[in-house]
């Protein structure tokens, strides 16, 4: 038996046998749907699931620890599975209690959940993706069976002639597209700017988007905002934008409250984007501020109403876009497309070496940091 497997059995199984009652089938799965919200910004699972910062989790149930093919695990995750770790309700309740405690060395970033409701529950809701966690009565109970009305409608659809594509597509001289519907560009068009253009009603307080960060965002960010692994730092860095590696946080670099707003709206929580109410951003932009002590009071609302009265440090420090203005594109002159220079053209950096994108780096050491295995 591998040292691993050993550790395994005498210490963090052991430790878990008073809970190996509380199996997936008492846990409840649609709760269970909720709490995986945490694990969603690193974690897909469902149909069409794929590998993002973590791997994706369909069919964990009876997966070997660190065997999934196409996602690159820490040496310590691939060494766990090599030393018989399975994932199973036992396994899961474990690691998901504190992840670093049960596989030494492991990337993922998460601390771990606190309470034995959650983790029974989204066990229970991981179980429903898994064919070998689900009673066999339960198998296939997320496809429903289709009504009468579907049945019809697929007959009539096979027994349809097929149309050619030039006949049902509008757009232009090769028949691709159609022209957007007015609600189609009205859900798109969210964007906000530095005068306040596109900010929606609503509100919400300081207290309020603690509570919302530390659900959907202290994963990646922490629990102040200070960063986890190589994920974004977004609170503190004042005064240290003239050193050599500036903190550039929202309270020491960014110009605009607005964008602050616009990003998280339309991009966070990471891998859920979008399933933030109006209300919901105001209240995290408003905890943003607090984390970044441009304002100081708990019980302080952000609102579209006092939205334009908060100011961030750096905003004198940004220029206007004069682009325009400069020779160039004033004269509307071709630009240059060869031979732009009179010497070689130079890479002074790659991304990859610039490590710009979490867990993105060829090298065993840094592979995963800041994600999850």
Known sequence: MSKFLKALSLGTVLATLPLLAATAQAGDAEKGEKVFKKCAACHAVGEGAKNKVGPELNEIFGRTAGSLEDYKYSKAMIEAGGGGL????????????????????????????????????????????????????????????????????????????????????????????????????????????????????????????????????????????????????????????????????IGSYWPYLSTVYDYVRRAMPYGNARSLSDDDVYALTAYLLYLNDIVEDEDFELSKDNFLEIRLPNEENFIADDRAEEPHYAAKAEPCMSDCKDSAVEITMRARILDVTPGSVDDDEASGMGGVD
């Open 86 to 249: 399975v994932w199973d309700e036992a396994t899961l309740t474990t690691y998901l209690t504190k992840p670093k405690d049960m596989v030494k060395g492991t990337k993922m970033a998460f601390a771990g959940l606190k309470k034995q409701e959650d983790l029974d529950n989204v066990i229970a809701y991981l179980a429903t993706f898994s064919s070998a966690a689900a009673p066999a009565d339960q198998q296939g109970a997320a496809e429903p069976a289709a009504t009468e009305t579907e049945t019809a409608s697929a007959d009539t659809a096979a027994e349809a002639p097929a149309v050619p594509v030039s006949e049902v597509r509008e757009g232009g001289i090769f028949g691709l597209g159609r022209v957007a519907t007015e609600d189609e560009v009205a859900a798109w068009d969210i964007d906000v700017r530095p005068d306040g253009s596109g900010l929606p009603e609503g509100s919400g307080t300081v207290a309020d988007g603690e509570v919302l960060f530390t659900d959907n965002c202290a994963v990646c960010h922490g629990d102040f905002g200070e960063g986890v692994g190589r994920w974004p730092v977004l609170a503190g860095g004042q005064d240290t934008l003239t050193e050599e590696r500036p903190d550039k946080t």
